[in-house]
């Protein structure tokens, strides 16, 4: 067992709430509470059982003052969120309440904890393992409905379960081979290069199913970049506007994330699209002139898909077709719009200009062909699978660069094992993969990637 200090954290956001939380963990939790809590029923938190909640006040013991009515929920060892004892203080949600009873508890011993702390000791404590943890980052920063179940099939260890299988795969893998070395073939009875042959490809099999999922699972965690071009005044803006009413997500600030464009976002289908906002741009620029081929060609250039508008009532222009070309290897859809008008465009020419390019007919401004355009969307994104979501998919990318490393090494033990050389040539990269594959759950892996893990976690996690 790790041993440890007592720490506390405010878990509550930040702000006015109906309730405020402090949480305290460690050995000395009770305890700390027991000195400062005054139960109505004169209970002694030490004594009372686990998972039971008690009403009663903090009385500030430098001074004897009543800082809050609360009621306090003791978790005992080891049946708990960081396997130690833990306390919390549920109290009114002022800002200053909550600041109060911290520093009450801290004056009582505890240790102010680092961001992420909590969740770290259930991970040092081997309740979860590393991706687990950081499933449970991931489930509080989902912004669509879809990624929080990629992020609970994670934290109830489904990414775990198959990483543990591709492991289990290598390490015998390991014991048959070394056992070789030990013993000439011959003595060994069950010894079959076929059978060992089809154990390395179906470990290559399994890693590689899942780095098939990380693109994908990349989209929903991620979301994609959308530009929307055309030329002036065929409607971006109201098209833009048309997408925010019906599916404008919630999006919260990402800390330590700088945006060096805006962005609106929304939720099609549980994929966030981020759709680079040029009206928005222009804004914050000094002079519209900045906003010049040049730019507009760098969001092409990291758009993951573009809408490009063009007005049925003018039909294809000589701006188009320049437009058209710069575009010609993007993912990419037409959205025809102000189809309420009069329709003067040629719809086979602008086919023969774009093969293969879903067009959608809209009128930005009547809210028509919205509902379309979004099925187009998302069909083409997904293919029209989205929804089967309950998949285990890589949304992380240290874990894809670990899994990379494992599948490549996998790779070269399948070559040196075709080549028939000495064993030991490949049990060196067998074990070179199950590190790598180890780092995802966390086995193998440096005490400094672990702190950095945990220090993008929110205070009070
Ligand atoms: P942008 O310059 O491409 O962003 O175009 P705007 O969204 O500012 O629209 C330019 C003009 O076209 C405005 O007067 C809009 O009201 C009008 N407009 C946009 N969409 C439609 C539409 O679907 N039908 C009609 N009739 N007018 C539209």
Redesign the pocket.
Known sequence: MYVTDTIAAISTAVGEGGIGIVRISGPEAIEIVEEIFVSKKEKSLVEVDSYTAHYGQIIDPRNQQIVDEVITLVMKAPKTYTTEDIVEIDCHGGPIVVQKILDVVLHSGARLADPGEFTKRAFLNGRIDLAQAEAIIDLIRSQTEVGLEVAIDQLEGGLSKKVDQIKQDIVSLLAHLEATIDFPEDEIEDFNPDQLGARINEAIKKTSDLLATSQRGKILKEGLEVAII?K???????LLNALLRERRAIVTEVPGTTRDVIEEVINIDGIPLKIIDT?GIRKTEDKVEKIGVEKSEQFLKRADLVLL?VDINQGITTEDRDLIKLIKDKKKVVVA??F??DNNLNLDSLEELLPETPIVK?????NEGIDRLEDVISDLVFSGDIRASNQTLITNMRHKNALDRAHQRLLDVRETFEKRLPNDFITIDLRAALEAVGEVTGDTIGEDIIDQIFADFCLGK
């Open positions: 055309g002036p005044n065929v409607g971006k803006s109201s009206a508008v719009n102000k309420d008008l809209t009128s930005a401004i009547e």
